[in-house]
C-alpha cells in the first residue's frame, strides 16, 4: 500500500481556469526541481496549456551538457602513476556531477526526464567505472529524454556504460549472455512477464551478439565484431529470420506496441501524478489509457504524451498536489530553488553528497531496477538524516548571509511583509508555500507560529503596548524566517511534493 490513495477522479481534458500560486507551485515541483517565488508569481493567471507548450519548448531546444575534456580519453590518458590517475578520475567525476547537477536545478523538464531515465535505464558507474562512459550515457539520456522512445532504446542498449553493465560486451555468439535481452523486456518496455517469453529471451540474446570488441588498453569503446554474431536463424515473437541488433528493436516495436505504451505510459504517471496507478476506482487506469493512445498515435514521441499530461485537469487537480514522497534531490535542490538563497559549486556537491548518504547516489542506483522511490525514502535512519543535513545547509546558508531569509520571506508576503505586525499573518503565506498543502490543521499552524515568533515580546507584535515589529524592519526577523524553515523541514508534509 502506497502513502496515499489515489482518489483522483479527473480526466485527461484541458485545465483552463487560469493559473493560481499554489498549481504553478506544483506544476515546477513535478516538472522539476522547483523554482523561484518570483518566476512563479510571473507566471501567475497563464493558461496551463500555454505555460506548459513554453516550458515543454524550452525543455526540448536545451543543449546538452558540452563534452567535458575528457569526453573521449581511455586509460592510457591517464597518469601510470596509479594513485595519480585514481586522483584525477575522482576530480573528473566531482567536475561531472557538479555540471550535471546544475543542469538538474537550471532545466526543469529536460534534466528532471533525463534523471528520470537513469533511473529506467540503468547503469552503475561503480560497475562500469569509466569517466568517459558517464559522460556519453548521461549525453544519450539528455539527448532522448523528451524525444522518439524507439531511438531512444535502440541507442542507449550500445552506450558503452550499458554495454559494460549488462554484459553486452560478454554476448558472444558462441556463447550467448542473456542479461541485456531480459532487461531489456523486463526493465526497459515490457514489463515483468509481459508479453514475452523465456524463448523470445534467449533468441534476443543471440541476435544481440557481437558487440564484444573491448581493445586493449582500457574504457576503450566498444566496437561490434562480425565474427563474434550468431547468424543463424532466430525467432522473436513469432517473427524468424538471421535477426541482428536492429532488429531486434524493429520487432519489438513492432509486435509489441500496446504493452511498451501501457508500460512507459504507467512509470510516467506515478513519476509525476501518483505512486499509486492502480486505484480501485479505475481512473488512473483510464489516464495511463489515454496517455498510451497518445503515445501510439504519435509513433512513441514522449514529448506529446508529456504536453498532454502536465495540462490536463487530473495533473491539477487537489487530489494529485502533495502525494509523492520527495526524493533526496528533491529535498536539498526544492529548497535551494525556491527560497532563491546563495550556493555555489560547493553547496551543489554537498547536496550531491547528502543525497548519496540517504540512498539516491548520483550516476549509481542501487541496482538494475533503480531506486524504488516514496516510501523507501522515508525510513527511520533516512528521516534522521533527511532532518541534519537540511539543517547543516540552512544553517551554511544563514551563516554567509541571514539577510537572504528576510529576502525569501519578504518575496512571499508582499506588502503585509513591510506594513504588518502580525508575525503570524507573515508566517502562514511562507508555511502554505514551502509546504505543499500548508499543515494539517490550525493547531499546527499555531505550534508553527510560536516557532516564528521566537522569543521576540509580545508587545512588539500586533495587539501589544509598542506593534513596531514588521518583517522588513525587524532585527531578529531574518532569525525569525530561519527558525520556522528548520521546524517546517522537520514536519511529515514537508517530505511531499
Same mark, same amino acid.
Given at each position: ?73 581511455? &586509460? ?47 547503469? $552503475? ?25 524507439? #531511438? ?7 552506450? !558503452? ?32 512477464? &509481459? ?17 564484444? $570488441? ?30 541482428? %541488433? ?12 500496446? $504493452? ?85 559549486? #560547493? ?41 541534519? #543535513? ?28 513591510? #506594513?504588518?505586525?502580525?508575525? !503570524? ?34 508587545? %512588539? ?31 511529515? $508534509?514537508?517530505?511531499?511534493?
Amino acid at each position: 500500500m502506497e502513502y496515499f490513495i489515489n482518489c483522483n477522479t479527473a480526466s485527461l481534458a484541458p485545465y483552463t481556469t487560469p493559473l493560481d500560486r499554489y498549481r504553478v507551485a506544483h506544476l515546477y515541483r513535478r516538472i522539476g526541481f522547483s523554482t523561484s517565488v518570483q518566476n512563479i508569481d510571473q507566471v501567475v493567471g497563464q493558461n496551463a496549456g500555454t505555460l506548459v507548450d513554453n516550458l515543454m519548448n524550452q525543455a526540448i531546444n536545451e543543449p546538452a551538457i558540452p563534452a567535458p575534456a575528457w569526453a573521449n580519453w581511455n &586509460n592510457s590518458n591517464y597518469p601510470s602513476d596509479e594513485d595519480a590517475s585514481r586522483q584525477l578520475k575522482i576530480s573528473q567525476r566531482n567536475e561531472f556531477r557538479i555540471d550535471y547537477a546544475n543542469q538538474m536545478l537550471n532545466n526543469n523538464l529536460r534534466d528532471r526526464m533525463s534523471f528520470f531515465w537513469s533511473n529506467h535505464f540503468v547503469t $552503475e558507474l561503480d560497475v562500469y567505472e569509466c569517466n568517459p562512459f558517464l559522460y556519453h550515457y548521461i549525453n544519450c539520456l539528455q539527448r532522448n529524454a523528451l524525444g522518439n522512445f524507439k #531511438t531512444f532504446v535502440s541507442e542507449i542498449g550500445l552506450t !558503452d556504460a550499458m554495454l559494460y553493465y549488462l554484459d553486452g560486451v560478454f554476448n558472444n555468439g558462441n556463447n550467448p549472455n542473456e542479461n541485456y535481452g531480459r532487461e531489456l523486456y523486463e526493465l526497459f518496455t515490457l514489463g515483468e512477464g &509481459n508479453g514475452y517469453t523465456e524463448q523470445d529471451i534467449i533468441e534476443t540474446a543471440r541476435a544481440l551478439t557481437g558487440y564484444v $570488441e573491448r581493445g586493449e588498453i582500457g574504457c576503450e569503446p566498444v566496437t561490434f565484431r562480425a565474427d563474434r554474431h550468431d547468424t543463424g536463424t532466430k525467432t522473436i515473437f513469432g517473427q524468424t529470420g538471421n535477426w541482428g %541488433y536492429d532488429d531486434v528493436i524493429d520487432i519489438l516495436f513492432a509486435q509489441r506496441p500496446n $504493452e511498451i505504451s501501457e508500460f512507459i505510459c504507467r512509470k510516467l504517471y506515478e513519476f509525476f501524478v501518483h505512486p499509486d496507478s492502480r486505484d480501485d476506482a479505475g481512473n488512473a487506469q483510464m489516464i495511463i489509457s489515454g496517455m498510451a493512445a497518445t503515445f501510439l498515435a504519435n509513433d512513441f514521441e514522449i514529448a506529446p504524451v508529456l504536453s498532454q499530461l502536465f495540462k490536463s485537469q487530473h495533473f491539477f487537480d487537489d487530489e494529485a498536489i502533495g502525494v509523492i514522497i520527495k526524493s533526496p534531490f528533491d529535498v536539498y535542490f526544492n529548497l535551494l530553488k525556491e527560497s532563491s538563497f546563495a550556493y555555489d559549486d #560547493t553547496t551543489i556537491l554537498a547536496m550531491v553528497n547528502y543525497s548519496g548518504l540517504l540512498s539516491q547516489e548520483l550516476f549509481d542506483p542501487i541496482d538494475v531496477a533503480g531506486w524504488q522511490r516514496n516510501r523507501s525514502w522515508i525510513n527511520t535512519n533516512f528521516m534522521i538524516g533527511r532532518w541534519l #543535513t537540511l539543517e547543516a545547509l540552512m544553517e551554511d546558508f544563514f551563516n554567509a548571509d541571514d539577510e537572504q531569509f528576510r529576502t525569501f520571506a519578504l518575496s512571499l508576503t508582499g506588502n503585509e511583509g513591510l #506594513t504588518s505586525n502580525n508575525p !503570524d499573518a507573515i508566517a502562514r503565506p511562507i508555511i502554505d508555500f514551502i509546504l505543499p498543502k500548508g499543515l494539517l490543521n490550525e493547531a499546527e499552524y499555531d505550534k508553527a507560529f510560536t516557532i516564528f515568533r521566537s522569543d521576540v515580546q509580545p508587545q %512588539y507584535y500586533e495587539g501589544g503596548t509598542s506593534p513596531t515589529w514588521t518583517l522588513a524592519t525587524a532585527m531578529e526577523a531574518p532569525t525569525q524566517v530561519y527558525l520556522l524553515l528548520q521546524y517546517l523541514a522537520r514536519q511529515p $508534509e514537508f517530505q511531499l511534493k
